[in-house]
């Protein structure tokens, strides 16, 4: 990914926020978008000049890498209002298949062994490139656990290796290490509850080499 690849943040919640602030800490600039303009208006003023706010289609229509950082239900209703507009772009997935289980924590929305990220791949654009990347950590340590030394890790999967170098400049300029799990079918891996999310087996943030005796372990 060169520094003219345009990246768009679309959704404007804790983690799509995080994620747009890091951005523009690596100096990258971003597009941002939310469903009120004046969200994605009042967060581009307090990001700077690397920032710019537009409605979800010019956001969508300008970028090449768009991060579509809101519920995964919503990313489903995204993937087929902005089908033409996605064509040909790769698409980042940091949703969790999660919702309120109205005891204070949250339950699956769709079967124990199904991950979104195999589910969105059946919904994606003609000639997009579906990621799995961004979400297996919590806004909180997406934020606290980003430019530390030695560095943390963000795990990713995608059937499309010709864009492994974007995706891990990507990660690598939102402040992480990135790690490749292989295809699209690895997801639920990195999904809430699963192995290697911070609210599943892995627990919190860790560097490769913490993760590599994890591994073996």
Not at 6 to 17: C, R
Not at 88 to 94: F, L, R, S, Y
């Amino acid at each position: 990914m060169s520094t003219k690849t345009k990246i768009a943040v679309i959704g404007l919640g804790n983690i799509g926020k995080v994620v747009a602030s890091n951005l523009v800490k690596s100096n990258r600039e971003v597009i941002l978008a939310s469903h009120k303009i004046e969200d994605a208006n009042t967060f581009a003023a307090q990001l700077g000049k690397l920032a710019k706010a537009a409605d979800v289609k010019t956001a969508i229509t300008e970028a090449d890498v768009v991060v579509l950082s809101v519920w995964f239900n919503a990313i489903q209703e995204l993937l087929k209002q902005y089908a033409a507009e996605l064509q040909g772009k790769i698409i980042i997935d940091p949703s969790n298949p999660i919702a309120p289980d109205g005891n204070g924590g949250f339950k699956k929305i769709i079967d124990a062994n199904e991950s979104a990220g195999q589910i969105l791949k059946e919904l994606q654009p003609a000639g997009a490139k579906l990621v799995k990347a961004l979400g297996s950590l919590g806004a909180g340590s997406l934020a606290s656990a980003a430019f530390q030394n030695p560095t943390n890790v963000l795990f990713y999967a995608t059937d499309e290796k010709s864009i492994t170098n974007t995706i891990e400049e990507l990660i690598t300029n939102v402040g992480f290490d990135p790690v490749n799990l292989g295809g699209i079918d690895q997801s639920i891996r990195m999904e809430v509850f699963g192995e290697l999310h911070e609210f599943g087996a892995l627990g919190k943030p860790v560097t490769r080499a913490e993760f590599n005796q994890s591994a073996k372990s």
